[in-house]
Every structure is written in C-alpha cells, then in structure tokens.
C-alpha cells in the first residue's frame, strides 16, 4: 500500500497569511494526488485533484503543486473560514490511501 | 442539485451486522464509480470500498475484507454497504462519495460528491 504522509499535523497562522502543506507519498504516484478540506462535524469537500486542477467553486487562494512524491497545498492568504483539517490522498492505486491530516487553526 | 443521502447507521453489538444505503439523486448514477470512506471517531479519514459505475468491479481495505460487501443498483440509483462480523474498531462515520471516473482507475479520480455520514457504532 502506498503511505502519505503530511507535515505538519498542525498549524497556527494568522489571517492574511500564506500557508502551506506538505504531503509524501512513499513511491512516486505522478500526479495523482487529491486535496480535500473537512470543517467540523462535515463530510469532506474537494478542493484540487491531480496534483494542480482546481475544483469547480473552490477559492483561487487555494493552489496545489508537485508530482513524482511530493506535493504542496498552498493557501495563498489565510480567511477565518479556512479554519479546517485538510488531507491529502492519492489515486494512483488501492487501496486509495490518505494522509494523516493537517489541522489548520488562527493564531 | 447532486446530493448523496446515507441511511442505515446505527448501533450494534460486536459480530453483528448492518446494511449501509446510500441515496443519490442529480448525476447519472451508474456512469460513476462509487466509494465508502470512514471516519473513527476523532481519527483521520480512511479508504474502505469502492466499486465501478457498473458494479462489475469492486475494491476492498484490507481492514474490511471478507467482511464488508459493496453493491450497487444502478436502477435505484443506490449504493449499498454490508457490513458484517463488526468489531469494535469498525465504530466510524460512513460516507458514500462519488468518483469522478467511471472506473476505479489510476489516473485523475477523486471524490468530488460526499454525503453527510451514517454513524455506526460497534459496542455491547
């Protein structure tokens, strides 16, 4: 199975900050790798799949980058409504693996 | 509007069983592979089962093979999940998602529709 890790697992910005995300796949998945974003006590939302495209309604501030192993998820400048755990996951292969999660808080 | 609708959860003893549905309405069901992910309780999100727009092809977690068993009809636009020999560590909130693709395939696929979760707890 392919392991995604992502760092950190938790972080403190403030609004109008850049932030960014990073995720490993433990082999190369090219640049079959998912975003999603989960507020609380809601089901996932995607936000960038494959690699780089991103989602129809989802906010230009949010980009995503890489291939082969590694890739970033960028929020460009942080809103209060950003406030969420984001996951990456790949779909290069089953088992669909996701990573661990990123908690995303204001400072 | 696209939406997903589960139903089924519930609580249940250890070995037990439950059948998950999941409604959809607003997409042409069966050109979509469908996916089950699960949510523990405080925990991150994982993969269970998928299948293919048809239903020909299915996938399974190691965590849940032999035990669960992913359907579909596509003339009920309806997907359905059985869950048997639960264990505790099956407790979780159940999402059906929608694939972008028709198949499960390597390549560009992602989850683009969720539901709202069906809550399964395993407990005597």
């Known amino acids: 199975d392919i392991q995604m890790t992502q760092s950190p697992s938790s972080l403190s910005a403030s609004v109008g900050d850049r932030v960014t995300i990073t995720c490993r796949a433990s082999?190369?998945?090219?640049?079959?790798l998912n975003w999603y974003q989960q507020k609380p006590g809601k089901a996932p939302n995607l936000l960038i799949y494959?690699?780089?495209t991103l989602q129809s309604g989802v906010p230009s501030r949010f980009s995503g980058s890489g291939s082969g192993t590694d890739f970033t998820l960028t929020i460009s400048s942080l809103q209060p409504e950003d406030i969420a755990t984001y996951y990456c996951?790949?779909?290069?292969?089953?088992?669909?693996?996701f990573g661990q999660g990123t908690k995303v808080e204001i400072k | 509007e696209v939406q997903l609708v589960e139903s089924g959860g519930g609580l249940v003893q250890p070995g037990g069983s439950l059948r998950l549905s999941c409604a959809a309405s607003?997409?042409?069901?069966?050109?979509?592979?469908m996916t089950w992910v699960r949510q523990a309780p405080g925990k991150g999100l994982e993969w269970v089962s998928a299948?293919?727009?048809?239903?020909?092809?299915?996938y399974y977690a190691d965590s849940v093979k032999g035990r669960f068993t992913i359907s579909r009809d596509n003339s009920k636009n309806t997907l359905y999940l059985q869950t048997d020999s639960l264990r505790a560590e099956d407790t979780a909130v159940y999402y059906c998602?929608?694939?972008?693709?028709?198949?499960?395939?390597?390549?560009?696929?992602?989850?683009?529709?969720w539901g709202q979760g069906a809550v399964v707890t395993v407990s005597s």
């Open positions: 607003g997409f042409t069901f069966g050109k979509f592979a």
């Open positions: 082999q190369s998945i090219s640049i079959f």
């Open positions: 494959a690699a780089s």
């Open positions: 996951q790949q779909s290069y292969s089953t088992p669909r693996t």
């Open positions: 998602a929608k694939d972008l693709q028709q198949q499960v395939i390597r390549g560009p696929d992602a989850f683009d529709v």
């Open positions: 299948t293919s727009g048809s239903g020909s092809n299915t």
